[in-house]
C-alpha cells in the first residue's frame, strides 16, 4: 500500500488539498538552482558581475559562501545571466563534481576553458589567418594538457597488471624541446610554460575582455578534486583577463584542505590557503523568519499556475523591492489573484515560516525539503480517506518535525488521556493553567498557534495513525553558517580557554542559534577520539543558560556515547540529572561510570 502510494505521488507534480481551503496546492519542489531570484540575492549577483568585469582586479578570484542549502547555485545562475549580456565576456560554467573521476581532473577542467575560448574565436570576426593562428595556439596549449595524464596511464598500468603499451609508447615519446608551430610560437613540452603561453594568447584575443569561470558545487568533491580545481586556478589559469567565481561552502573548502594536507597544523595553512587564492570572499545572507515567508510564498505562488510569467516576474521584483526597503511581508497581495498571490499562499507560508525552527527556515533546500514532507504526508492522508482540515495537518506535522518528544508523548497516550493532554496543554500556553508532565517550555508558543486542537481529537488520532507510516526522525537542518561553525569548533577545542572565550560568543547570540549549537556539538562527539571537551562545553553552557539544559541533555543522552565513557567525565555531568539518570539505567555500561553517575546524582549541582 505505502509503496503503491509513494508511486502515486512521483507521477503528480502536486497534490491539490480538499476541504475549506479547496484549490490550494502543495507542490513538490526540484532542488535545482533557481533561475528566478526568489531570494533577494539579485544585489549579490550585480556586485559580482561588476567585480569580476571590470578592470580593477585582474586576475581575480571571488568566493561566494553560505552553508549548506544556502542559494549558492542560484546566486551563480543569477551572476551567469548578467555576465551573458556584456558581448566582451566569455561564461565557462564548470561542474568539477561531475568529472571528478577523470583520469587528468586538472587537465579536463583547462580543457573546457579552451574549449569555450575555441568555441568563441571560431564565432568572431576576425581575419581567417589570426583565427587560424589563434585554433593552433590553443591546440598547442591542448598538446601540453594531454601530458598531464602520463601519470594516470602509468599508476592505472601498475593497478591492472596490464600496461597499455600503445597509449605509454604515445605518451613517452620525445617531442622536440622547441617545436614551430603553426602560428609560428614556440612550444614547450608538458605544462611548464603553460602558465606564460596562455597569457600571451589571453592578450592577443580580441573583442573578449573577460573570461569568467563559474566553479560551482566545489564543496560536494572529494579533497582530491578540490585540490586539482583550485591548483588548476592558481597555477595555470590566474593570468590576466581571467576571473574565477567559487560557490562553494568556505568551511567545508578548508576542511578538505586539512584532510588533503594530513598535517598537525593543516588548520591554519588551510586558511592562509583559501585566502591567497580567493581576494574577495561573499557571503549570502542568512535568511530570516520574513525572509523565509517571502520565499515559501514565492514557491507557492510560482507552482499554483494562475500567473503569467510576467506578472510572477512583477510579483518577485515588487518583493525584492519591498526587501530593500525593509518592508515586511516583502510579498503582499495584489488587488486580484490574477495579478498577485492568493490570501491562502500568503497565509500558509506565514503559518510555516513562524512555526519552523531556526535550522530550516534559514536554509532555502531545507524549506523545499519540509515542503515535500509536507506534501507526502498530506497525500497519504487524502489517500487513506482521512479528513484533515490543512490548518490542522500543518500544526501537527510542525509538532513532528520540531519537538518529537512530545510528538511520540501525544501518540502514545490513549485517547482519553489525549485529550486531556491537549486540554492541559492549551490552557498552559495561555496562561490558565500549569505546564502538563513531560512537556518541555519551548513548546508553548507551538501550542499557542492557530488552531486549537481541542474538540478535534479525532482528527489529531487520524494524523498520528499516518505518521506511523513515516519516520518521525527526520530533520531538516545543515544551515550552520561560519560564524555559528567557528563557535562550535572553539567549544570543542582541547584548550580550556579557547572554549571559554567560545562559550561567551553563545551567550551574545539569539536563542535559536544557540540552539543549533548546541545541537551541533552533539553530533562532533562522535568524531572526537577524546569527548571530554564537547562535555564540558555542553555542561558549562546548560549551567550559563538553563534553556539549553533540555537539549544538552537529550544530545549527551546516547547509549552509544554512554560507552565511550570514563569516570572522570561523569563529574562534568553533575548539572544534567537527566543524563545521570540514563547512564545509571542503561545496561552494560562500565561499572565504574554507573556508581560515578549514582554519586553525582546524591551530592548538590555545583
Known sequence: MFLSVLLVIAMELSVTIPGPQAGFAVPLFDDNPSVDDLLGFDTVAEVVARVVSAGGLDPVTVGIHSAWGGGKSTALNLVANRLGRIGSVVVVRIDPWEFENAEDLRGTLIAQVLDELQSRVASAEMEPSKRRQLVNRLGDLRRRIAWGRVAGVLVSSAVTLSPNFAELLDALTPQPKEEESDAGTASSQGMAGFRLAFEQLMGEVDGIEKVVVLVDDLDRCLPPTIMATLEAIKLFLSVRRMAFVLAADEDLIREAIGVHLEGASRGGFAKLYTEKIIQLPISLPVLSVEQAEAYITLLLCKNAGHLTTQAFQDVVNAANERRLQGKAPYVAAGENESDGPRVEHLVMAARIAAGLGADVWRSPRAIKRFLNAFAVREHLTRTSGAQLELEVLLKLYLLEIRYLEEFRLLSQQSSAERTALIADWERWASDDGDQPQDVREETKAWAASHPSLAGLEAQVERYLSIAATLLSDVRFGGAVTGALMRIIEGLADASEATRNAAAQELKELESADR???????????????????????????????????DTASRVLSQPTFFRRLEPHHVVLLGVLPDVLRAIIGTEGLDPDVVEAARAELTEPPR
Not at 545541537?519 to 539549553?548: F, H, K, M
Open 515 to 549: 540552539q543549533v549549537v548546541v545541537q551541533s556539538l552533539g553530533i562532533q562527539l562522535s568524531r572526537l577520539a577524546d569527548p571530554e571537551p564537547v562535555i564540558w562545553s555542553l555542561s558549562t553552557v546548560s549551567q550559563a543558560d538553563p534553556d539549553l539544559a
